[in-house]
């Protein structure tokens, strides 16, 4: 007798979730870098505000004797006590959060056992480290700059900007069209270099992860559709407990007619080759009927592929890139413990789920040693109660098994959909971020410029204008940020696929136009967030500050 030995490798059930697994993992290896390069740079920005704006007090500390070390370390002690707190709050926040919401989406698919949390230390220790140097480092070395200049300069605010031309002043035709007030928010855009270059990469950085959030949701979504409507579009697999010879193949089909379309006989075997990922199972498909292509859709980037010869075979693409195969290479396969086989590939075809290797009943033949087996069909029906013509193939035309191709496509639709929950935090976390990063240096560019807005104030604008005047900046800079958030988000989304490592199921890495559009949308409806929020505070300004003399 044959003897199998079924590990756990061979259970659906735990090849399902390793694969749905190896998505967090891949996830997990890109986002948070990418969190925690956004993050470090509104800590950046905020504790560089802080320092100069407390300059005054600072210079006053230092003219009544207080000691350098001394007025840097309030300044130290604060940012650093923020760092460890956020750190640690964030660190066991997001240790329990997060595994609990990804745990429940899987469980409502595999139903296993209740999560066992497991803190990494080492993680918590490189967070709280670069948290300090974040803001401690970026604290002190502010600090030290201030320090050098004198107590008397220090007591006095700091000068404004001076402003600047733009490029577009050079261009007459274009700048002589612009009202006065979008010049004065062209010119005050590029006048704030520093807050141009953080507020721009801020936000690209939040739209690129908007983006890479759509992207791979547009990925993973449609891979049932797209391998069995597209690619295997059959409705059946049936299996026989005998081999079917041509007379008994014309018979069924004959018998079957009113409930089957269409009906192909074929001689499906297994085999192995050996990848860059380990040895991986092949289901072989062999026929001579002219009608597989009707069944099985053998193509790559939208041209048809012509079916193998004698002595060839067509491989799948996921299976061709793990061999590292091209069109007119040779695959070594493995047929069992003691025979081996050198095949020509004479095509590729676009596949998602399994490896599939076609060829011909000789070459079948040529390879295993023995003739074609037709203990197999792949068939198509019209009719729409797929499972009653299963049952009836199964009780009254003789098939041992019968697989319908509808139940698998629902099976990996329910996979894939167990992601979207995963997708959705991933999505609502890098919001949250550019909400804050948009808040913070919103905040930041009223409170630096709170003498020439009551400047502004004071020679009658409205509060409307006083909003727009500001707030115009705000959504040009969006603008630009969106703008550099599009090829970050291609390249970080591109990276992010390719760390998703599935073993039998490949994705068509694309970003759908509607996604770009959805997180470009998102990006600016933040920003107008921030614009209601921020409008209080404008209206909140004394006139009386701009007539305040700085002596």
């Known amino acids: 007798p044959n003897t199998y030995v079924l590990d756990r490798e061979s259970n659906v059930g735990y090849v399902n979730f390793e694969n749905d697994s190896s998505v967090v993992n891949g996830i997990s290896k890109v986002f948070p870098v990418f969190f925690f390069l956004v993050a470090a740079l509104v800590t950046m920005t905020t504790m560089t505000r802080m320092v100069e704006e407390q300059r005054t007090q600072t210079g006053t500390l230092k003219a009544i004797g207080y000691s350098n070390s001394a007025i840097v370390w309030k300044f130290i002690s604060y940012a650093g006590a923020a760092a460890i707190l956020g750190c640690i709050v964030g660190f066991f926040g997001g240790s329990w959060l997060f595994p609990w919401v990804i745990w429940k989406a899987y469980g409502m698919l595999y139903g296993f056992a209740p999560i066992i949390y497991t803190l990494d230390w080492s993680l918590f220790a490189i967070s709280l480290a670069v948290s300090l140097l974040c803001s401690v480092g970026v604290t002190y070395l502010t600090c030290r700059a201030e320090l050098r200049l004198m107590p008397a300069e220090l007591m006095r605010p700091k000068a404004p900007k001076e402003g600047k031309r733009v490029f577009l002043e050079r261009i007459p035709l274009i700048w002589k069209r612009l009202s006065f007030m979008v010049k004065i928010s062209l010119r005050n855009v590029f006048r704030y270099t520093k807050r141009l270059i953080m507020m721009v990469l801020g936000i690209g950085g939040c739209t690129a992860l908007l983006i ?37 193949q014309k018979e069924f089909q004959t018998d079957t007619a009113e409930i089957l379309s269409s009906c192909v006989f074929v001689c499906d075997d297994t085999l192995e080759v050996s990848t860059r990922e380990g040895v991986k199972t092949v289901n072989v498909i062999a026929t001579d009927d002219p009608n597989i292509s009707t069944l099985i859709n053998m193509s790559m980037d939208g041209q048809k592929l012509a079916y193998p010869e004698d002595g060839s075979v067509a491989i799948s693409d996921k299976l061709a890139r793990l061999a590292n195969i091209s069109v007119g290479d040779v695959i070594h396969v493995q047929i069992d413990d003691t025979h081996e086989a050198d095949l020509p590939v004479s095509a590729i075809f676009k596949n998602f789920v399994y490896h599939y290797m076609i060829m011909t009943p000789a070459t079948y033949e040529s390879v295993y040693g023995n003739s074609c087996s037709y203990e197999a069909a792949l068939a198509d029906s019209a009719l729409e109660d797929t499972h009653s013509v299963a049952a009836s193939l199964l009780d009254d035309y003789g098939a041992s098994n019968v697989s319908v191709t509808s139940d698998i496509k629902d099976r990996v639709s329910n996979m894939m959909s167990s ?21 913070n240096l919103s905040n930041i560019n009223v409170t630096e410029r709170i003498r ?18 500001v707030f ?3 959504l040009v800079l969006t603008f630009l940020g969106s703008l550099a958030g599009i090829p970050m988000g291609i390249w970080l989304h591109s990276f992010v696929m390719g ?35 921020m409008r209080p505070k404008l209206n909140k300004i004394n006139m009386v500050e701009s007539l305040k003399a700085i002596e």
């Open 419 to 439: 992601l979207n929950l995963v997708i959705f935090v991933i999505i609502f976390c890098a919001g949250a971020l550019a909400f804050v990063v948009l808040f």
């Open 452 to 469: 020439e807005i009551a400047t502004i104030k004071v020679l009658g604008f409205y509060a409307p204008e006083v909003g727009a005047y």
């Open 212 to 248: 890479t959030g759509f992207g791979i949701r547009d990925s993973i979504a449609n891979i049932a559709s797209d391998q069995f409507d597209n690619i295997m579009t059959y409705d059946f697999a049936i299996v026989f407990d005998d081999s079917m010879d041509t007379a008994a």
């Open 472 to 474: 115009r900046e705000n």
């Open 499 to 533: 760390q998703l490592s599935f073993d039998m199921v490949s994705f068509l890495v694309v970003i759908k136009p509607v996604s770009y559009v959805l997180a470009i949308a998102m990006t600016f409806a933040f920003a107008f967030c921030v614009d209601l929020f």
